[in-house]
């Protein structure tokens, strides 16, 4: 609530807000406007950070303008009717950056925790799990934060049960619980979305050459410990699937 | 008295009940309603966990629909959905225009959001959706915020808000003075570049019925969008009218391509006149048939536009205390011609309001954003939407509030498989770079496909059946000549949208 509405992040978002649109059509893409406060809702603490401040994805330049959704002075009507590769290079590097700010933040918060506890912040993305066995685990791993040799792939690392409790908190909060996701229609189901998400996270290379080779800038340098990867490459997994961003 | 409103309104009774067609297979779940209308009544924010944790608590003790009620319109009550609402607006007033946005992206000045932004057009908009002010405001309201900057700034920005007031704040009439000699500026030494530039916001209330204003019409951004020249008569904010408050696709009644075009423009000016400005002036006023404005076609909107844009007539950049009497003139939805005259246009503002077919289109317009263009709006639910519209005062909070809780609103989205044209221009741009411009045996040349066929008119069924014969082929006449190297769902998608164009360009006897 804090910085919701600061100057800075005023500058990028007012800016980008003011004059973009999307033709509209049976399923529309939200507008650049709405995407920033999707970013701003969902990753509240990473896409409000000092970084991001002044970078293409909260500024608005003249290579990125048209395929934001730009509107011709003459008629006020899209440029381009709908989102194209541009777009899409936007988005993701924008969601990365917004991701990894976003686990960088959680990460110095938990560094900063008194010793043996675990930082509010982290605990509203990584609440304790019920099953003992688990809370420990992800104690645990929480703990480590900062201290461990950074894996080259943090996966092997945590237990598949975990894996499965990550990829279902973070679905649910940057898309919605399970009632909302099975109610999507005859042909979707929660179950069906975290699969899908937990196949494309294990697949993911988590080295920082891998992200790289994909166009992420991410700052995932800083999130040494294995849960904070994987936490971090989850929420971009969901933040790249259709329903986290559509209506 | 909102909420009695509300409340009458669902007692209409056209709300099916949440719960039992909850399980319908072909519904969305409470929850998925609860996150459909958050994200559409509030700018894509989701429900928050304590949103969810009370639908579960209202669906175990059978309060579904009351608690349901609540909260969309706990949500259309917030300040996204007035966030959302200027949006839209500026949307369908097409104004919003990366002209508004330069100077702030240039300066690098932060720019404040909707219900404080720099611009009279943008705080009216914002005002009566967070008021939740009567819909008909955007043509009859009165009272406007109007931001005052240093002249330093002003100056290089061109006409501003209170220029444009300007003759206005010279009589008796606003509740406060506007200083039109602009607020002085700090000493250079006392401010800080950093900061950024805000405005003094004035707040200008004229009386009701004030009859030199109209609503959102009578801003400076409407006028700049919309611009007048003398030989222009103010049409094109004429059309303008038209196109937002009563849905008139206003189709230049020129057909699109260049031949066409200059026969229809030689019969207001013929090739071999060499005109003056003045010439053209008095070849307007003529009564002569053979012009433009007295042909038949022409005349399919002239008889709407000139009397509409007499109304305009006193003002020319700035808005003028003076008024200009003209007319409503148009045929109505039922085919009847409604001729109305007019005092000014204040009194145009109010006699567009009363008309069904303004209450209409602004229904459909909720329809569109609230509940989708994918689910259809057959004209008996119209006119049962235009009855609550009109229930509710055409308070925009409630009216959205309430459609997202129709059955409509509950369905599942549904794609509809029709090709895109912006799908097939890049590919039509592969044919035009070869048959652009060549002639057929019969001497017409071949259209621009990627350009002429943007807006599809009877005359291009011929080529689309040609093209769709020639792509069918399997001898040396086949299309695309070079078609091994078209990937196969480019040319899928070419032959798909030429058959939907000739489906809907096909003569009603054959639909």
């Known amino acids: 609530m804090r910085l919701r509405f600061s100057p800075a992040f005023a500058v990028g978002f007012a800016i980008l807000l003011t004059g973009f649109s999307f033709t509209e059509r049976w399923m529309r893409y939200p507008r650049p406007d709405e995407i920033l406060m999707i970013f701003q809702d969902r990753f509240p603490d990473g896409f409000i950070h000092p970084a991001m401040e002044m970078n293409s994805c909260r500024q608005l330049t003249t290579d990125n303008r048209s395929f934001l959704g730009d509107n011709r002075p003459a008629d006020g009507k899209p440029i381009v009717a709908e989102p194209n590769l541009h777009f899409a290079k936007w988005y993701a590097s924008c969601l990365a950056d917004a991701v990894g700010n976003e686990v960088a933040f959680l990460i110095r918060r938990q560094s900063q925790a008194q010793a043996g506890s675990v930082d509010s912040k982290v605990l509203e993305w990584l609440p304790a799990p019920t099953e003992p066995s688990l809370r420990e685990e992800m104690r645990d791993l929480i703990h480590k934060a900062g201290t461990q040799q950074k894996p080259a792939n943090p996966a092997v690392s945590i237990s598949p049960e975990l894996r499965i409790y990550i990829v279902t908190q973070v679905v649910a909060r940057l898309i919605g619980p399970d009632p909302v996701l099975n109610g999507k229609g005859p042909l979707f189901s929660a179950q069906q979305l975290r699969q899908q998400v937990l196949a494309s996270v294990d697949a993911l290379d988590f080295s920082e050459a891998g992200f790289q080779s994909m166009g992420f800038k991410t700052r995932l340098q800083h999130s040494e410990s294995s849960i904070f990867g994987y936490l971090a490459a989850t929420m971009l997994v969901v933040g790249l699937q259709d329903e986290f961003l559509m209506q | ?511």
């Open chain 2, 1 to 511: 008295m909102r909420f009695r409103t509300w409340a009458l309104s669902l007692s209409i009774g056209l709300v099916l009940s949440q719960t039992s067609l909850a399980t319908a297979a072909e519904f969305l779940s409470p929850h998925g309603v609860l996150e459909k209308a958050s994200r559409r009544l509030r700018q894509n924010q989701l429900p928050s966990a304590a949103d969810y944790a009370e639908l579960e608590t209202a669906i175990a003790v059978g309060n579904l629909d009351a608690f349901m009620d609540q909260k969309v319109l706990s949500y259309a009550r917030s300040d996204r959905f007035a966030h959302g609402m200027t949006f839209r607006l500026l949307e369908d007033f097409e104004v919003l225009t990366s002209g508004n946005l330069g100077r702030n992206v240039w300066s690098r000045q932060p720019v404040p959001p909707y219900g404080e932004r720099e611009d009279t057009l943008t705080r009216f908009f914002f005002k009566l959706a967070k008021e939740n002010q009567s819909w008909d405001r955007l043509l009859t309201g009165t009272s406007y915020e109007v931001p005052i900057y240093e002249t330093a700034l002003v100056r290089f920005q061109g006409r501003t808000d209170p220029d444009f007031l300007r003759e206005l704040l010279d009589g008796p009439n606003p509740s406060s003075q506007l200083d039109p000699v602009f607020v002085p500026r700090a000493p250079r030494h006392s401010r800080n570049l950093q900061e950024p530039a805000r405005p003094e916001i004035k707040l200008l209330t004229f009386p009701e019925r004030t009859p030199f204003l109209a609503g959102a019409v009578t801003t400076n951004r409407f006028f700049e969008r919309y611009t007048n020249v003398a030989l222009n008569k103010n049409r094109r904010r004429a059309a303008a009218l038209f196109k937002i408050f009563l849905c008139d696709p206003m189709v230049p009644a020129i057909e699109n391509g260049l031949d066409k075009k200059h026969e229809y423009l030689a019969r207001a000016f013929p090739k071999e006149w060499s005109l003056s400005i003045q010439d053209i002036r008095t070849r307007l006023k003529s009564t002569d048939a053979e012009i433009h404005g007295h042909d038949a076609q022409c005349f399919s909107c002239h008889y709407k536009l000139d009397p509409v844009g007499q109304t305009f007539q006193a003002s020319g950049l700035n808005l003028s205390r003076s008024l200009s009497p003209g007319a409503l003139i148009y045929k109505n939805a039922l085919g009847n011609k409604v001729d109305l005259p007019v005092s000014g246009i204040n009194d145009l503002a109010h006699r567009i309001t009363e008309q069904d077919d303004y209450v209409a289109c602004q229904v459909r317009k909720f329809w569109r954003w609230f509940v989708g263009t994918d689910i259809p709006l057959d004209d008996s639910r119209l006119q049962q939407l235009v009855r609550i519209f009109n229930h509710m005062n055409h308070q925009p909070q409630d009216f959205a509030a309430y459609l997202t809780r129709t059955e409509e609103f509950r369905t599942f989205p549904r794609k509809i498989d029709r090709i895109d044209f912006s799908t097939v221009r890049p590919h039509l741009n592969r044919c035009d770079s070869c048959h652009h411009g060549v002639k057929t045996k019969s001497g017409d040349a071949l259209p621009q496909f990627a350009m002429s066929f943007a807006q599809l008119q009877t005359d291009h069924r011929p080529w689309l059946l040609k093209m769709q014969e020639r792509m069918n082929r399997t001898d040396f006449r086949r299309m695309p000549m070079d078609w091994q190297s078209w990937r196969e769902d480019d040319l899928t998608s070419v032959r798909l949208w030429v058959q939907q164009s000739i489906n809907d360009l096909a003569p009603e006897v054959a639909k």
